[in-house]
C-alpha cells in the first residue's frame, strides 16, 4: 500500500544523476597497503591490487578488461575512462549493456537517476515505473523514452555502414567515432576507446540496445529488398585472439563473469589452435593468461562460468596459477580501490600504448589486398609470348 501510497512524477523521479567516481581524486594506497594484513576479501583485494600493478610493470603485457553486469549505470564510466586514457587497458570485452545501453546511451547525453527509497520498500512500484517508460536497475531509474532514441542511433549507424558481415568491434569503434564528431563534449568509454585506439569487444552484441537497432535495419532492408549488414562474432574471436598472437603475454582484470571472462579467456585455447594449424611456430609455445583478477559475488558451487575460480582455468590451459586471484566481493565498492591504487602506483606511466584497433585495420588492408591480388587473373602467357 505504501508503494501507493504518494503520486510521483516521471520529472521527480527522473531528477537525481548517478554520478561517477574520480580515481584520481583520493589516492587508496594506504587502504590497500592497510589491507594487506587484515583478512577476507580486504586482503585478497590488496594482493589483487598487487598482481594488476605487476601487469602495468610488464612492458610486453597486453592488459585486457572485462565487464559484466550493470557497471557504468553504478558510476564506474570515469574510473574506465581513466584507465583508458593512461594507457591501462588494452582491450575491453564486454556485455552489449555497459557498452550500448549504458555508455553509448550516457555518450548522447542521457543519464541514470537514483531511485529514492530503498529496492527492498521502494516509494514506486514497478506497474507504475512501466505506466511512466521507466526502467529500473535495482536501485537505478533509466528512462525508457531514450533508450529508445538509443537504439534508433544504432540503427542509424548500421545503415551506414555497407551491406556486409563486421565484428562488434568495428560497429563499436563507428559508434565511438560518431560520439566524437556529434557529442565531443560528453564522457563516454566508447569515445575514448575510439580515440585511444583500444578495441572494445561484446560477443552477445544483440542482447542489448544494439540488438534493436539490428532489428529495425535488417527488417527494413528486407522491406526495400537491399542488402543489410549483420555482426561476425566469429571475427571478434578471431581479432581478440589476434592480440594474444602478437603479445605472447597477457593479463586479465576481470569485472564480473558470464560471456567476456570466458571469451577473452578461451583466446589462449584458440590461438594454440591456430598456431599448431602452423605448424607451432610460436616460439615456447602459447602461454596461458600470465596474469589474472577477478571481482565477483557469484559462487564456484553451482558449476557456473562467472563463479569458476582462476585455478579451475588453469586445468583448462587458460589462466596461469603463479599470479592469480579471486577477490569475492561488489565491484562499485571495490574496484576503485583497486583502480586508484594503480593509478597512484604509476606504472603506467613507462606503458606503451598497443593501439591494436589500428593493427586490426591493417590486417584487414593486408587480408583486401591479398584477396585482390589472388583474384587478378593470370596473364595470357602465350599472348605476351607473341608481343614479344
Known amino acids: 500500500?505504501?508503494?501507493?501510497?504518494?503520486?510521483?512524477?516521471?520529472?521527480?523521479?527522473?531528477?537525481?544523476?548517478?554520478?561517477?567516481?574520480?580515481?584520481?581524486?583520493?589516492d587508496a594506497r594506504p587502504i590497500i597497503e592497510s589491507y594487506r594484513d587484515m583478512a577476507f576479501s580486504a586482503r585478497t583485494l590488496a594482493q589483487a591490487a598487487d598482481i594488476y600493478s605487476m601487469m602495468l610493470a610488464d612492458r610486453e603485457c597486453a592488459v585486457i578488461l572485462t565487464l559484466a553486469g550493470s557497471l557504468i549505470s553504478a558510476g564506474l564510466k570515469k574510473a574506465i575512462i581513466t584507465l583508458l586514457e593512461h594507457n591501462m587497458v588494452d582491450a575491453i570485452?564486454?556485455?552489449?549493456?555497459?557498452?550500448?545501453?549504458?555508455?553509448?546511451f550516457?555518450?548522447?547525453?542521457?543519464?541514470?537517476?537514483?531511485?529514492?527509497g530503498s529496492p527492498?520498500?521502494?516509494?514506486?512500484?514497478?506497474?507504475?515505473?512501466?505506466n511512466l517508460m521507466i526502467d529500473r536497475i535495482y536501485d537505478t531509474y533509466i528512462d525508457e523514452d531514450n533508450l529508445r532514441d538509443c537504439d534508433e542511433t544504432t540503427k542509424r549507424i548500421f545503415d551506414s555502414f555497407e551491406p556486409g558481415a563486421y565484428s562488434s568491434r568495428e560497429f563499436i569503434d563507428a559508434m565511438g567515432a560518431y560520439l566524437a564528431a556529434k557529442h565531443p563534449k560528453n564522457e563516454s568509454v566508447v569515445k575514448t576507446a575510439h580515440l585511444k585506439r583500444v578495441p572494445i569487444f561484446v560477443p552477445a552484441f544483440s542482447d542489448c540496445s544494439a540488438?534493436?537497432?539490428?532489428?529495425?535495419?535488417?527488417?527494413?532492408?528486407?522491406?526495400?529488398g537491399a542488402p543489410m549488414v549483420a555482426f561476425d562474432s566469429g571475427k571478434d574471436f578471431r581479432e581478440l585472439t589476434d592480440i594474444k598472437l602478437a603479445c605472447g603475454d597477457t593479463g586479465l582484470l576481470m569485472l564480473g563473469g558470464g560471456v567476456p571472462k570466458n571469451f577473452a579467456q578461451?583466446?589462449?585455447?584458440?590461438?594454440?589452435l591456430l598456431d599448431e594449424r602452423k605448424g607451432g611456430q610460436a616460439r615456447g609455445g602459447i602461454a596461458m593468461h600470465k596474469?589474472?583478477?577477478?571481482?565477483?559475488?557469484?559462487?564456484?558451487?553451482?558449476?557456473?562460468?562467472s563463479?569458476?575460480?582462476?585455478?579451475?582455468?588453469?586445468?583448462?590451459?587458460?589462466?596461469?596459477v603463479v599470479h592469480e586471484q579471486m577477490v569475492y566481493g561488489e565491484i562499485a565498492s571495490l574496484f576503485p580501490i583497486l583502480a586508484s591504487d594503480a593509478f597512484h602506483r604509476g606504472n603506467w606511466k613507462k606503458r606503451k600504448a598497443f593501439k591494436f584497433a589500428d593493427m586490426f585495420e591493417k590486417n584487414a588492408r593486408a587480408r583486401t589486398d591479398d584477396s585482390a591480388r589472388s583474384s587478378k587473373p593470370a596473364p595470357n602467357k602465350r599472348k605476351t609470348a607473341a608481343a614479344r
Not at 570485452?93 to 553509448?104: E, H, L, M, R, W
Not at 520498500?121 to 514497478?126: L, N, T
Request: charged residues 25%; contains cysteine.
Open 1 to 26: 500500500m505504501a508503494a501507493h501510497a504518494t503520486k510521483w512524477t516521471k520529472k521527480e523521479l527522473l531528477s537525481r544523476p548517478v554520478e561517477h567516481v574520480d580515481i584520481t581524486a583520493f
Open 93 to 104: 570485452v564486454s556485455t552489449g549493456a555497459n557498452i550500448v545501453d549504458q555508455d553509448f
Open 106 to 116: 550516457e555518450g548522447l547525453g542521457f543519464r541514470h537517476y537514483i531511485a529514492p
Open 120 to 130: 527492498e520498500a521502494p516509494p514506486v512500484d514497478d506497474m507504475t515505473l512501466r
Open 211 to 224: 540488438g534493436f537497432g539490428i532489428v529495425l535495419h535488417q527488417v527494413e532492408k528486407n522491406e526495400q
Open 266 to 272: 578461451d583466446i589462449v585455447v584458440a590461438a594454440e
Open 291 to 305: 596474469y589474472a583478477v577477478q571481482i565477483t559475488v557469484a559462487d564456484s558451487r553451482d558449476g557456473a562460468l
Open 307 to 320: 563463479g569458476s575460480t582462476l585455478r579451475e582455468a588453469c586445468s583448462w590451459g587458460k589462466v596461469d
